[in-house]
């Protein structure tokens, strides 16, 4: 058959979209007009009925006016997914945050004084509320926050970290590298599972900066280990005048073991503790936006809010209205842990879960004959480089489509809008109702219908 040109199928597009200019056309007009020839030479393109081509330029032009940034329904029960966009926000947050996109604020104003102010001063009061630390600060991720304060507390000069602490997370953070960027030398201590004390103080010398301690995110070691707590490691910075730093990584302000989950070290106790500066990220544990917060000692926070880097990673006005408000969340904590949703979803009743898990199963029963789906057991993770080794217990729901294998199943789930990531677990799809928000059910009910119909009229 003849493949339409580019012009026809423009044509076409501005019949379908009235309202648009005709230059916006001609991209996806082409895409589609390449989509076609392809068919052809692999010989798949026979005929292509009116309604048929119409779809195509419809969907494609869709595509290309759409952003590409967008909202997904998170079936993989992970709940603090990097490659996810980590956490959602609270739904408090949205009049609050589109009256400060929309309109210009006191960010760097002080209203009291009528004049210029502090962008940090609008979390700081806050922070130091919640966590009981002398000041804070906050940049743009923890990796930034790492970063300005080996800097401005060590440069030049040596660092003591364990090396059970030499963590690398995704997307190629990893201390040894963080270390050297920021111009200090890195002293490796101890062994792979113990380090000592000794094994610290042994390292220190005139050229000593920072004690370092890294939560370590990712992984585990178990066996004949041993680890130095932090408050020994402040005793030992106290005695040669070495501040202690602590990378918290996740960072909770929540104990949660108090709810029956394993210890995770809250950003209160190490400031408690004595830590000199501690810092964790905003959108792990905590729930809020991506951001770096620093807290410690006054002279030392001081140092570094003075550092030029602070500049080229400082935080935005959108993060930090985001930020405040999840951080008000935390003034009382059982509301936090309603508002929050990865509070939530890692505090909630697994018997909560396997009612939201039938109630999707229900939906979905009765979409199609060739539609099978199952209510599972499922085993949900914190993910976010917290509590590594804490399984869930979480439930789903898994889906087997006759004559599809559960990968085609994925990619076409994948290619709903919004889309469906879920998992794969002995040839079913499996959506696991852990991290689902309420308006998720209809919608996965409404793309496996609209999958239906285009599965069934195809063949
Ligand atoms: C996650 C993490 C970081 C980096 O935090 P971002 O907010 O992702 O930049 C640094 N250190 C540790 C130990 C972490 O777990």
């Known amino acids: 058959m003849r493949i339409p040109s580019v012009h026809e199928l423009k044509e076409r597009l501005s019949t379908l979209f009235p309202d648009y200019p005709f230059s916006l056309f001609t991209e996806p007009a082409r895409r589609v007009c390449e989509y076609l020839r392809e068919k052809k030479v692999r010989g798949d393109l026979t005929e292509i009925k009116k309604e048929d081509l119409d779809k195509l330029l419809i969907h494609y032009f869709k595509d290309y006016i759409s952003p590409n940034l967008r909202r997904v329904i998170n079936g993989t029960g992970v709940i603090v997914h990097t490659n996810l966009g980590r956490a959602p926000l609270s739904k408090d947050l949205i009049t609050y945050l589109t009256e400060i996109a929309l309109y210009y604020s006191n960010l760097e104003f002080d209203l009291k004084e009528g004049k210029r102010g502090s962008r ?65 030398y890195l002293k490796e201590v101890g062994t792979t599972n113990k380090t000592h004390l000794y094994d610290y103080e042994r390292a220190i010398n005139e050229n000593t900066a920072l004690l370092l301690k890294v939560h370590k995110s990712n992984y585990a070691i178990v066996g004949f280990t041993k680890e130095i707590p932090v408050e020994e490691l402040v005793t030992l910075g106290k005695r040669y005048h070495i501040p202690v730093m602590e990378d918290l990584g996740s960072g909770s302000l929540i104990d949660f073991s108090k709810y029956g989950l394993p210890k995770e ?154 889309p469906i990531i879920g998992i794969i677990e002995e040839d079913h799809f499996i959506i696991d109702a852990r991290c689902l928000f309420e308006n998720d059910l209809k919608e996965i009910k409404e793309s496996l219908t609209r999958l239906s119909h285009e599965l069934e009229t195809s063949t």
């Open 120 to 184: 940090y001063s609008h979390v700081e009061e806050l922070l130091l509320e919640l966590t009981g630390a002398e000041a804070g600060l906050v940049v743009n991720n923890n990796a930034g926050a790492v970063l300005i304060s080996l800097n401005t507390l060590a440069k030049g000069r040596e660092v003591i970290v364990s090396r059970g602490e030499l963590v690398e997370i995704g997307g190629s953070f990893r201390i040894p590298e963080v270390m050297e960027w920021a111009g200090c």
């Open 265 to 418: 070290p809250t950003v209160q106790e190490s400031i408690k503790k004595g830590v000199d500066i501690v810092t964790f990220s905003g959108d792990k544990l905590l729930g809020g936006p991506q951001a770096g917060i620093i807290l410690g000692k006054k002279e030392l926070v001081e140092k570094i809010r003075k550092n030029p880097l602070n500049r080229a990673i400082r935080i935005d006005k959108l993060t930090l209205a985001s930020l405040e408000a999840t951080l008000r969340l935390y003034r009382d904590e059982k509301k936090a842990i309603e508002h929050i949703p990865v509070l939530r979803m890692i505090l909630e009743n697994p018997e909560t879960t396997k009612k939201r898990a039938k109630k999707l199963l229900i939906l979905l029963s009765k979409i199609s004959p060739n539609l099978k789906v199952t209510l599972v057991k499922t085993i949900a993770k914190t993910g976010g480089g917290a509590l590594p080794l804490l399984d869930i217990p979480s439930y789903g729901v898994a889906l087997r489509w006759k004559g599809l294998s559960a990968k085609e199943l994925q990619r076409l789930l994948r290619n709903q809008s919004p």
